[in-house]
């Protein structure tokens, strides 16, 4: 096996080990990157909702009740609310979904599934969580979850919650009197659940991956091609014109033209080298036939 086999074969395992381990730490960091930046859409879409609860029970209910209105409007619920600002912004972005699901809601439609029922049973063991991060699979591919607790803290919801005689009529004839009541303080009710796809940022990652994977790759096919070009003019081809010079003179061929060293490197040295040892066996060779 010649040198430059060996030169190669070095180099390009060298290359094989260093890009399995870019590729892996790049992936990760590509990853997190993209979940990172997924949470983030997450929470503003979260603080979006809780900015439209805020707003409809901060201005819209007093306002009604200044004017004397004692007729129970959905219009009025902060959850209602919230819940159909969203769904007309998923309109225009479907993956994204925000649901604030209970266990035991006054309206059907926000009672949770078996996965958002697990999720509102992990604050409910966690008295002290406050927010909870997960990803899910659906048919669309992987989804992250961000998850926060409806804690009842106010008792003046008990007087739509508690039983179905203290809830306005109004109320009752809308959504029934099986659903929605025998809430209590200090219980959690349900969570506020903001679903965002993950398909399409680890997509955008693993396309700049593989373009980071094959601009090194080009870039190490460039620097093997000069290492080659380097090897071969600077150290073998030098070697094979000494070697080519060594075997003449062991032939007897004392007259051989000289190796012609050039630069100053240790190739040109070893040049200068060879050239006195084979003078000084001429001499030795002149000096017996004489």
């Known amino acids: 096996m010649n040198l430059s086999i060996k030169f190669n074969l070095v180099m390009i395992g060298a290359f094989v080990v260093g890009m399995a381990a870019a590729a892996f730490f790049a992936k990760t960091i590509a990853e997190e990157d993209a979940r990172r930046q997924v949470l983030h859409e997450a929470g503003l879409l979260m603080q979006q909702a809780t900015a439209v609860r805020r707003y409809t029970s901060g201005e819209i209910a007093p306002l009604l009740a200044d004017a004397g209105t004692t007729r129970f409007l959905p219009h009025t619920v902060p959850s209602w609310a919230a819940q159909t600002v969203l769904r007309t912004m998923a309109a225009d972005y479907p993956d994204y979904a925000y649901k604030e699901a209970a266990i035991n809601p006054t309206n059907p439609a926000d009672r949770a599934t078996d996965w958002e029922a697990g999720l509102i049973d992990i604050f409910r063991r966690t008295t002290t969580l406050t927010e909870h991060v ?3 699979q659906t048919p669309s591919g992987n989804v992250l979850t961000l998850a926060r607790p409806f804690r009842l803290t106010d008792g003046a919801c008990l007087t739509c919650h508690s039983t179905p005689a203290a809830a306005p009529a109004t109320m009752i004839d809308l959504y029934g ?6 809430w209590r303080l200090g219980d959690v009710i349900g969570a506020q659940i903001v679903s965002v796809p993950l398909s399409v940022p680890l997509a955008r990652a693993a396309r ?6 094959i601009s090194l790759g080009g870039v190490f096919l460039a620097m093997l091609v000069l290492l080659n070009l380097l090897l071969h003019y600077v150290i073998v081809r030098p070697v094979k014109r000494m070697t080519e010079a060594a ?3 062991a032939a007897g061929e004392l007259d051989a033209p000289e190796f012609v060293p050039k630069g100053k490197d240790e190739i040109a040295s070893l040049g200068r080298s060879f050239n006195l040892m084979r003078r000084s066996l001429a001499n030795a060779m002149r000096m017996l036939e004489a």
């Open 208 to 213: 700049q991956l593989n373009a980071l994977l």
């Open 134 to 136: 997960s990803e899910r």
């Open 177 to 182: 009197a099986a659903n929605g009541f025998g």
């Open 247 to 249: 075997g003449r003179v």
